[in-house]
Nanobody, 124 residues
Framework: VQLQASGGGLVQAGGSLRLSCAAS???????MGWFRQAPGREREFVAA????????FYAPSVKGRFTISRDNAKNTFDLQINNLKPEDTAVYYC???????????????????WGQGTQVTVSS
């Protein structure tokens, strides 16, 4: 399984970006997640989408501004980011869990595969 993240860039505060994660396999059966890592900080959970419509989850810091979606036909998993803030600056990673079970959706250890990351920089 390969994941390719794209869509990052430099935007002003208040702006929007749409990140996309392209998967080499059929992600309809997978737990999909987005994480981010700011300079000098640990990687943190951003959002996740369970398979088969079993639930969508967001970190409190992004809820209401970030929206995830998946296109099972295209095998893509997107993250729409609105009202960007300087504290959203980070490398964003998509991740997939292909196992049926494997821990909490907000835990890095629950995911089997990771994309290479895409940089989001928000200027104030």
């Amino acid at each position: 399984v390969q994941l390719q993240a794209s869509g990052g860039g430099l935007v002003q505060a208040g702006g929007s970006l749409r990140l996309s994660c392209a998967a080499s396999g059929r992600l309809s059966n997978w737990l999909m997640g987005w994480f981010r890592q700011a300079p000098g900080r640990e990687r943190e959970f951003v959002a996740a989408d369970k398979r088969f419509g079993l639930g969508t989850f967001y970190a409190p810091s992004v809820k209401g501004r970030f929206t995830i979606s998946r296109d099972n036909a295209k095998n893509t998993f997107d993250l729409q980011i609105n009202n960007l803030k300087p504290e959203d600056t980070a490398v964003y990673y998509c991740a997939a869990r292909t196992r049926t079970y494997g821990g909490n959706y907000d835990s890095m250890g629950s995911y089997d595969y990771w994309g290479q990351g895409t940089q989001v920089t928000v200027s104030s």
